[in-house]
């Protein structure tokens, strides 16, 4: 049983999820102890057991010290199934955290699998569905993945209520990531969404983008989205996602989140100056997606290479998990806040037969 102590480096939520990837995929059976260590409170909130869950369901496996406040948990898992699943973290726990975690999975597995996932679209601290699905799951769709994504609701803090559904196609194995720096992009696509909310506000987070972009040489497409009706979210929010397209061989993208009182200009000039400032670096990925491929490049087969806009305690700490979940080596060229190398020979995980 591989041991894992989730207070390591930065101690939070994105140790567990991993560990009970790799886990899943292996077929290794792991005990991971302090999680969520460097967090206040430590220990499973809400969103974190849902996703605990979910692995667990598609292993068709019980997970012992699966409760609220749990510190510690041990889960020997059976092969996973392809199917149709639902999984609802009741809150506005954010969704795609729990689809980093078991698309991966899915991508392996005997046959097609739908996921319809509930909770929230648009979160703090974790990737709108948007940025998942247009930038780190279509660097991982470069590498084989077959997935798709669909936002069926929104769902923004407190009641959530979002429901977004992943379709999976079973692949043989994934090639490596090989992306050169400094690409060339001139083209910015994006979104920007408002529910419950008057429509100028989608309007005015574009139109802020869109200048300050354009501004600096970018052509636009940002396309404004007003929820009404019976689409509408349960809570009013908004946002606006960016993105570089894939032709330029580089994986950016960047968001900013409306809050009360917090003005929609404002909303699309964060949007746009970060990820002004990630493409000035002359990176290929962003430093969110940089972490969320950590995952994908150990699998894949053959050495991938790639550079991200910063190097974070959250590219480290998947770094350290891949290395003692396969043992394998990676290579890191940076420091702490600055553009970063990142080498990686993956171990070649194939699709194994699964037996009924």
Known sequence: MIEIDGSMMEGGGQILRMALTYSALLQAPVKIFNIRGGRKP??????????????????????????????????????PHGGEYVF???????????????????????????????GGTVVRQAPPIQILDRVILESARSMGLEARLKTIR?????????????SIQP??????LILKPKPEIRFVEGVSVCGKLPEH??????RTAEKILNDRGFRTEINKVVIKGDSAPLSPGSYICLWSVRENSAFIGADALGERGKPAERVGLEAAESLLSQIETGASVDFHTADNLI??????????????????????????????????????????GKPVKIKCRGIGFRKRSVPA
């Open 201 to 206: 506000v989608a309007e005015r987070q574009a």
């Open 171 to 176: 692949i043989e194995d994934l090639k490596p």
């Open 154 to 166: 929104e769902g923004f803090y407190p009641k959530g209520g979002g429901e977004v559904e992943a």
């Open 88 to 118: 609802d973290i009741k809150t506005a726990g954010s969704v795609s955290l729990l689809l980093q975690s078991i698309i991966p999975i899915m991508a392996f597995v005997d046959s097609n699998s739908k996921i319809i996932a509930k």
């Open 295 to 336: 995952i994908w490049c150990s699998l894949a087969k053959g050495e991938s290479c790639f550079t991200a806009s910063r190097l974070t305690p959250h590219i480290l700490a998947a770094v350290e998990l891949a290395k003692r979940m396969l043992k394998i080596s990676f290579e890191v060229d940076g420091e702490l």
């Open 42 to 79: 430590p220990g499973l909130k809400p969103q974190h057991l849902t996703t605990v869950e979910a692995v667990a369901k598609l292993c068709n496996t019980r997970i012992e010290g699966l409760e609220v406040g749990s510190k510690e948990l041990t889960f020997a898992p059976k092969p």
